[in-house]
């Protein structure tokens, strides 16, 4: 079965694995944790410098009625303390109606010589008695606020403590501790209204910003959506280039490597078409002359000549067999395989170039050329010994091509009694593998375009001119497919008819051992 009529399947392209997340998921998925972080912080301070500020004006108007009370105490002419106008204040203190408030004055005797003992007993001058005393004794005239528990009650007490001197009975003094409370409730609640609002203020500019990031990116991604729908409208052999205007900047160089991409394969369609149709007119002729040699030997009724014409067909045959393999080769050696060896070859340049001359040898001495061979490893080389002389990373097989493609066109247009010489030897790091002839050589100004496909060299005598175009193309293409190159310069033999002859080297990146 012809392999060229049944291709081998192409393999299914691997699945993609869908996005989970798009550009705005992301971008929410890394600004909100942030945005939020920073708007608790935010929000945290300004709570707690607010409920500073709370505390500092309810303590501050907790602390007047200590203070009016503390300067209407007074020691009578019979010695007792008083309270001077303790009514009013009173009033002043409850006029606000809130629950759980309480007012204290009490008072301790300080005998002369004695200092004040905390836990004496204590004589009630006004208010209701039992208000939880602070927990350290204050300093005189020093306002101090402390939270506690009355009645079962959260209360915040404001306590000042001062000394009054009975000037009656001098030596003799009184320690006043002045105490107002109230409930911390209407203070719970403003913290708690505060908190709210911040929170409430935080909620809603997190949702401007998602909203902002969600609206903003739909808006960048507005010119990439006109350009995914323009290239679902495309026919499948449009390769223009992708218009770039309009999309973000930061995309641009995405749809530059995409249309570098088309142009690539743009490129490569039209070499394609190009290769088809250069194949096309090369099968042509051989196939037109092989009919014709096929209908004149059917009718031709002489043995002899009828035996002539089928040895025509079969030369025949054989050029356009080597052609329609040349044209596989070329179509090999011009096209990247899809799966690449796993690991790099390591094989003998020297040993690939003299199987090539020792196949090529029958045919140079029919032609009456000698065709001679240089080792690598100079005259005493041993032929038993297994280790490479020029070991390359390199495809053997292809290799092989490219030696072959060289010696049968040195062969092909080296003029009978000729010489030509298969050289191998290496530089400072490379190996070469140089193949010369003493026929008519290249011009310098031609020789770059022999690589093209279907060139044939005009300067050549027409006896030689038989093959097709394509082996050094078919070289070229192996040689770089393998890290190599092929260069092309004069021979340098003086029996060329020229004075030149031509000297193609394939240079390839020596490995070391």
């Given at each position: 079965?012809?392999?060229?009529?049944?291709?081998?399947?192409?393999?299914?392209?691997?699945?993609?694995?869908?996005?989970?997340?798009?550009?705005?998921?992301?971008?929410?998925?890394?600004?909100?944790?942030?945005?939020?972080?920073?708007?608790?912080?935010?929000?945290?301070?300004?709570?707690?410098?607010?409920?500073?500020?709370?505390?500092?004006?309810?303590?501050?108007?907790?602390?007047?009625?200590?203070?009016?009370?503390?300067?209407?105490?007074?020691?009578?002419?019979?010695?007792?303390?008083?309270?001077?106008?303790?009514?009013?204040?009173?009033?002043?203190?409850?006029?606000?109606?809130?629950?759980?408030?309480?007012?204290?004055?009490?008072?301790?005797?300080?005998?002369?010589?004695?200092?004040?003992?905390?836990?004496?007993?204590?004589?009630?001058?006004?208010?209701?008695?039992?208000?939880?005393?602070?927990?350290?004794?204050?300093?005189?005239?020093?306002?101090?606020?402390?939270?506690?528990?009355?009645?079962?009650?959260?209360?915040?007490?404001?306590?000042?403590?001062?000394?009054?001197?009975?000037?009656?009975?001098?030596?003799?003094?009184?320690?006043?501790?002045?105490?107002?409370?109230?409930?911390?409730?209407?203070?719970?609640?403003?913290?708690?209204?505060?908190?709210?609002?911040?929170?409430?203020?935080?909620?809603?500019?997190?949702?401007?910003?998602?909203?902002?990031?969600?609206?903003?990116?739909?808006?960048?991604?507005?010119?990439?959506?006109?350009?995914?729908?323009?290239?679902?409208?495309?026919?499948?052999?449009?390769?223009?280039?992708?218009?770039?205007?309009?999309?973000?900047?930061?995309v641009v160089p995405?749809?530059?490597?995409?249309?570098?991409?088309?142009?690539?394969?743009?490129?490569?369609?039209?070499?394609?078409?190009?290769?088809?149709?250069?194949?096309?007119?090369?099968?042509?002729?051989?196939?037109?002359?092989?009919?014709?040699?096929?209908?004149?030997?059917?009718?031709?009724?002489?043995?002899?000549?009828?035996?002539?014409?089928?040895?025509?067909?079969?030369?025949?045959?054989?050029?356009?067999?080597?052609?329609?393999?040349?044209?596989?080769?070329?179509?090999?050696?011009?096209?990247?395989?899809?799966?690449?060896?796993?690991?790099?070859?390591?094989?003998?340049l020297n040993a690939?170039?003299?199987?090539?001359?020792?196949?090529?040898?029958?045919?140079?001495?029919?032609?009456?050329?000698?065709?001679?061979?240089?080792?690598?490893?100079?005259?005493?080389?041993?032929?038993?010994?297994?280790?490479?002389?020029?070991?390359?990373?390199?495809?053997?097989?292809?290799?092989?091509?490219?030696?072959?493609?060289?010696?049968?066109?040195?062969?092909?247009?080296?003029?009978?009694?000729?010489?030509?010489?298969?050289?191998?030897?290496?530089?400072?790091?490379?190996?070469?593998?140089?193949?010369?002839?003493?026929?008519?050589?290249?011009?310098?100004?031609?020789?770059?375009?022999?690589?093209?496909?279907?060139?044939?060299?005009?300067?050549?005598?027409?006896?030689?001119?038989?093959?097709?175009?394509?082996?050094?193309?078919?070289?070229?293409?192996?040689?770089?497919?393998?890290?190599?190159?092929?260069?092309?310069?004069?021979?340098?033999?003086?029996?060329?008819?020229?004075?030149?002859?031509l000297r193609a080297?394939?240079?390839?990146?020596?490995?070391?051992?």
């Amino acid at each position: 079965m012809d392999p060229q009529q049944h291709p081998p399947p192409t393999p299914p392209a691997p699945a993609t694995e869908p996005q989970r997340f798009g550009i705005r998921t992301r971008l929410l998925a890394l600004l909100l944790p942030g945005i939020v972080a920073l708007l608790a912080l935010d929000s945290w301070n300004d709570y707690r410098a607010l409920t500073d500020s709370l505390v500092v004006a309810y303590d501050q108007s907790l602390l007047e009625p200590v203070q009016a009370l503390a300067n209407g105490i007074v020691v009578a002419s019979d010695g007792s303390v008083r309270v001077q106008e303790p009514f009013s204040i009173q009033a002043m203190f409850e006029s606000t109606h809130l629950r759980y408030k309480y007012l204290h004055v009490g008072v301790q005797r300080i005998p002369k010589g004695e200092t004040l003992d905390v836990n004496a007993p204590e004589a009630t001058l006004m208010g209701v008695p039992g208000l939880p005393r602070p927990a350290t004794r204050p300093v005189d005239g020093t306002p101090v606020f402390y939270d506690a528990v009355h009645e079962q009650h959260p209360v915040r007490v404001a306590a000042l403590r001062q000394t009054v001197y009975d000037h009656v009975h001098p030596g003799v003094s009184y320690s006043v501790l002045i105490q107002a409370a109230e409930g911390t409730g209407p203070r719970t609640e403003a913290q708690a209204e505060s908190l709210r609002q911040e929170l409430l203020r935080d909620t809603r500019m997190v949702l401007v910003m998602a909203l902002l990031v969600w609206l903003g990116v739909a808006w960048t991604l507005r010119p990439l959506e006109r350009l995914r729908r323009s290239l679902r409208e495309r026919s499948r052999d449009d390769l223009k280039p992708l218009d770039a205007s309009g999309v973000p900047k930061e995309v641009v160089p995405l749809v530059d490597a995409v249309n570098h991409h088309i142009a690539g394969h743009r490129r490569m369609v039209a070499e394609q078409s190009q290769f088809l149709a250069d194949a096309s007119h090369q099968l042509r002729t051989p196939l037109s002359i092989l009919s014709i040699q096929a209908g004149y030997a059917v009718r031709e009724t002489d043995p002899a000549r009828m035996r002539e014409s089928l040895h025509a067909i079969v030369a025949q045959l054989a050029r356009t067999r080597r052609l329609s393999e040349q044209l596989l080769a070329l179509a090999h050696a011009t096209t990247e395989d899809e799966v690449a060896p796993a690991e790099p070859t390591v094989v003998d340049l020297n040993a690939i170039a003299r199987a090539v001359v020792l196949e090529y040898l029958p045919l140079a001495r029919e032609n009456d050329q000698d065709l001679g061979w240089v080792d690598a490893r100079g005259g005493g080389a041993d032929e038993d010994d297994d280790t490479p002389a020029l070991p390359v990373t390199a495809n053997a097989a292809e290799l092989h091509e490219v030696l072959a493609n060289l010696v049968h066109n040195a062969i092909k247009y080296t003029p009978r009694g000729g010489n030509i010489t298969v050289t191998v030897r290496r530089d400072a790091s490379s190996a070469l593998a140089e193949v010369c002839d003493s026929g008519p050589g290249i011009a310098p100004e031609r020789r770059e375009s022999v690589f093209e496909r279907f060139h044939r060299d005009p300067a050549v005598n027409a006896g030689a001119a038989h093959g097709a175009g394509l082996g050094l193309t078919i070289a070229r293409g192996y040689a770089r497919r393998n890290g190599g190159e092929i260069e092309l310069d004069s021979a340098g033999m003086p029996e060329s008819p020229t004075g030149g002859g031509l000297r193609a080297t394939l240079r390839l990146p020596l490995r070391a051992v």
